[in-house]
C-alpha cells in the first residue's frame, strides 16, 4: 500500500502509521496507538529481562549436617525446576582454610545430587582465600526431571479434599 493511502487510513481511524520493520523490503508498518506500541514494548523488554538474570545463592558451611544438606538441596532443586542459576557459597573459617579439599568434595556431591535438574557452569572455584564458589545453570524443562515437590502439593491437595469429602460415620 502507498504511504500516502497508509496516513489517510490511520487517520481516518484516530490511530499512528508505525514502522515496525525499516529494514524489509518494503518495509513493514502497523496502524495502532503509538503510546499503546511504547508501553508494550516497554512490557516485553521488562519481561526478557526479568526472566534473563535470576540467580539464587545458598551458603553452606564445610561442616554442614546431613539434614541441612539436604534441605539447602532441595531448595536448590526448587530454584532450578523454576529456571533460576543457583550459586553455592561455602565460606571457610579458621581452621577450615586448612582443609579446602572437604569443601570441594562437598560441592562436587552437591552438584551430583542437583545433577538431574541443573548442571554446574563450572568446577567449584575458590574467591580469595576464604570463599568457594560454584554456579549450577537450570536444565532445559524437556531435559531435566519433573520437579518432585509439585507432584507432592498435588498429591497432598487430592487426599484433603477427598478426605473433607467422607463424612464420618456415626458409632
Do not use: W
Amino acid at each position: 500500500m502507498p504511504l500516502d493511502k497508509a496516513l489517510l487510513l490511520a487517520r481516518s481511524k484516530n490511530l499512528d502509521l508505525i514502522e515496525i520493520a525499516a529494514t524489509a523490503t518494503p518495509p513493514v508498518c502497523r496502524i495502532m496507538d503509538y503510546g499503546k506500541f511504547i508501553y508494550e514494548e516497554a512490557k516485553r523488554n521488562k519481561e526478557v529481562k526479568s526472566s534473563a538474570g535470576k540467580v539464587k545463592e545458598l551458603q553452606i558451611s564445610a561442616s554442614i549436617d546431613p539434614h541441612d544438606m539436604g534441605v539447602k538441596r532441595d531448595q536448590a532443586i526448587q530454584f532450578l525446576c523454576a529456571d533460576m542459576k543457583v550459586r553455592l557459597k561455602m565460606r571457610f573459617k579458621g581452621r577450615q582454610k586448612a582443609h579446602k579439599e572437604i569443601g570441594v568434595d562437598l560441592m562436587n556431591r552437591f552438584v551430583r545430587e542437583v545433577a538431574l535438574y541443573g548442571q554446574a557452569d563450572s568446577p567449584p572455584k575458590m574467591l580469595g582465600d576464604r570463599d568457594l564458589n560454584v554456579f549450577i545453570s537450570p536444565l532445559s524443562a524437556a531435559k531435566r526431571a519433573k520437579n518432585p515437590r509439585a507432584s507432592k502439593d498435588k498429591d497432598n491437595g487430592v487426599n484433603k479434599d477427598e478426605d473433607e469429602d467422607e463424612s464420618p460415620e456415626p458409632v
